[in-house]
């Protein structure tokens, strides 16, 4: 849309976030009952008036979710992705409970660009499964050391446990005979949600960008749930264990 006043063109940001809400939904249909039990469990470790890191935040679902539930917390949201960051910007402009900073999370030195030196919660959802193990495990260091003591870790995604094959083939077959009756209702996939991205006016840059940093997609080693849990501990993490799962996809606490 163009503005009548300044003639700029802008973006319809609620819009967008309906869009990649539901385009996310169609991998994964329990999405929003997960990040209620990550705020449960904010809310049951450290408090209602949270400082928090939205780590890989793309376009903020957690922020958005965390302010609406707790309007005293305030967020720090970390991403590379240009695209997502320009939606997320767009979302929150004039909010002061809201900060993003652009970092890469395989830089060693990505926390210097933080605002503060730690955290009450880091959470993530959905994105932390495109690193290999070494990496992931580099970051879980690091995030330790951002975690104040009695704060908490969150890192929800898909966790996949090699030793049940069975049971996994099984899970992915109902999964995506469900996604593939959503397809043919209409619902957008990570590809054709890309591809608006791309022809919209403000958007279409920062995805061009976005392509030239990630291509098309990446997956990392997506090691199991008692992989997850023994890394952090190593790292540093008192205790660490799921608190949610679903057959594909698992809610991960650690507390400092």
Aim: with cysteine.
């Amino acid at each position: 849309m163009t503005d009548a006043g300044t003639g700029t063109t802008t973006a319809d940001w609620a819009a967008w976030q309906e869009s990649w809400d539901r385009q996310q939904e169609w991998y994964m249909p329990d999405r929003e009952e997960r990040l209620r039990v990550m705020l449960d469990m904010v809310e049951a470790v450290v408090g209602s008036s949270p400082r928090v890191l939205d780590l890989a935040c793309g376009t903020g679902t957690i922020t958005a979710r965390l302010l609406a539930r707790f309007p005293d917390a305030t967020s720090t949201g970390v991403d590379l992705d240009p695209a997502l960051l320009t939606i997320a910007e767009g979302t929150f402009a004039g909010d002061p409970r809201v900060t993003f900073v652009t970092a890469d999370l395989k830089d060693p030195h990505w926390p210097a660009g933080l605002p503060h030196d730690s955290y009450d919660a880091v959470l993530t959802a959905t994105a932390l499964h495109w690193l290999h193990n070494e990496p992931l495990a580099d970051l879980y260091g690091q995030v330790a050391g951002l975690v104040r003591d009695g704060g908490v870790f969150m890192n929800a995604d898909r966790m996949i446990d090699g030793t049940t094959p069975g049971i996994n083939a099984a899970e992915r077959a109902l999964r995506h005979a469900g996604m593939d009756r959503a397809k043919r209702d209409g619902v957008l996939d990570w590809a054709e949600w890309w591809q608006l991205a791309a022809e919209d006016p403000v958007l279409a840059e920062p995805t061009a960008r976005r392509f030239e940093i990630y291509g098309e997609h990446a997956d990392g080693d997506m090691p199991s749930a008692a992989w997850h849990a023994r890394v952090l501990r190593e790292k540093g993490f008192a205790e660490a264990r799921p608190v949610w799962c679903s057959p594909s996809d698992t809610l991960l606490l650690a507390l400092r």
